[in-house]
Nanobody, 114 residues
Framework: VQLVESGGGSVQAGESLTLSCALS????????LGWFRQASGKEREIVAA????????FYADSVKGRFTISRDNAKKTLYLQMNNLKSEDTALYYC?????????WGQGTQVTVS
């Protein structure tokens, strides 16, 4: 399983960014795909997830109403649309494929909001 994130950058508060995660070798019929983030000096936390069976989604309270997770199965890509970004959204963002007790991670893409 390989996951490669892109789309991070530096933006002003209130602006938007879309993160992409190119997926290969993952099981698209079970488990879930998610976005996590880790701010400097803090633990990694979940941001959003989408379950491969059924497509239901989960969002952390801190991003509800601002972020949207989606996937394009044909392009094998996971997205995170981030609107109305805040300084507290500054972090290294990772995508992950989670099936049972197994988790696969990308290398991360930095988002900085000033």
């Amino acid at each position: 399983v390989q996951l490669v994130e892109s789309g991070g950058g530096s933006v002003q508060a209130g602006e938007s960014l879309t993160l992409s995660c190119a997926l290969s070798g993952y099981d698209d019929k079970s488990g879930c795909l998610g976005w996590f983030r880790q701010a400097s000096g803090k633990e990694r936390e979940i941001v959003a997830a989408i379950f491969t069976a059924g497509g239901s989604t989960f969002y952390a309270d801190s991003v509800k109403g601002r972020f949207t997770i989606s996937r394009d199965n044909a392009k094998k890509t996971l997205y995170l649309q981030m609107n109305n970004l805040k300084s507290e959204d500054t972090a290294l963002y990772y995508c992950a494929s989670i099936i049972g007790a197994s988790a696969y991670w990308g290398q991360g893409t930095q988002v900085t909001v000033s």
